[in-house]
């Protein structure tokens, strides 16, 4: 299932459905992520390369254990995946799991609009949107324009809630 995302189709983006054969793809964008973190460490590529790919598989199973009936979507600008959206639909609140897209296409624009579709959904349920989301994540300041309010820290994350007007 996806959810209406005009702002999102303006710029040439799209959802599918996650398969299998995205988590090569979804593995990579989780490296590509943690790639600053990662070079700070000083290790060796390959024990990087290991650790992400561990890291990303303990990820995959936790999120699909404990939402088993979320929404895994690829986003794909053209027939290019560009990135993830992991949305959790619960009674009332859109539980935003995860929104990662790839290094490239971060800062265009993307990002902001696929989170105004997600609010706009919610605004016409009447549902609050929640996530999680680490402190210093650059996406913690598009969170605060789009109205989303800090809330409880648990370990490295930041709860964060949106609610309709």
Not at 29 to 51: C, H, K, N, V
Not at 104 to 130: C, H, P
Request: glycine content about 8%.
């Amino acid at each position: 299932m996806t959810f209406a995302s005009p702002r999102a189709a303006a710029l040439g983006v799209s959802y599918r459905t996650m398969g299998e054969q995205d988590l090569p793809f979804a593995a990579a964008l989780y490296a590509s992520i943690r790639a600053a973190e990662m070079a700070a460490t000083g290790w060796p590529q390959e024990m990087i390369d290991r650790f992400l790919a561990q890291q990303h598989s303990a990820q995959h199973h936790h999120y699909r254990t404990y939402f088993p009936a979320a929404d895994w979507l690829i986003v794909e600008a053209g027939d290019a995946p560009v990135g993830r959206v992991y949305l959790d639909r619960r009674e009332a609140d859109l539980h935003l799991i995860d929104i990662s897209l790839v290094e490239e296409r971060r800062g265009g624009g993307i990002g902001t609009a696929i989170m105004e579709d997600l609010l706009d959904v919610a605004r016409a349920e009447g549902k609050t949107v929640s996530l999680f989301v680490e402190p210093d994540n650059p996406a913690r300041r598009l969170y605060e324009r789009l109205g989303f309010a800090g809330g409880e820290v648990s370990g490295a994350y930041e709860a964060m809630l949106w609610r309709p007007d």
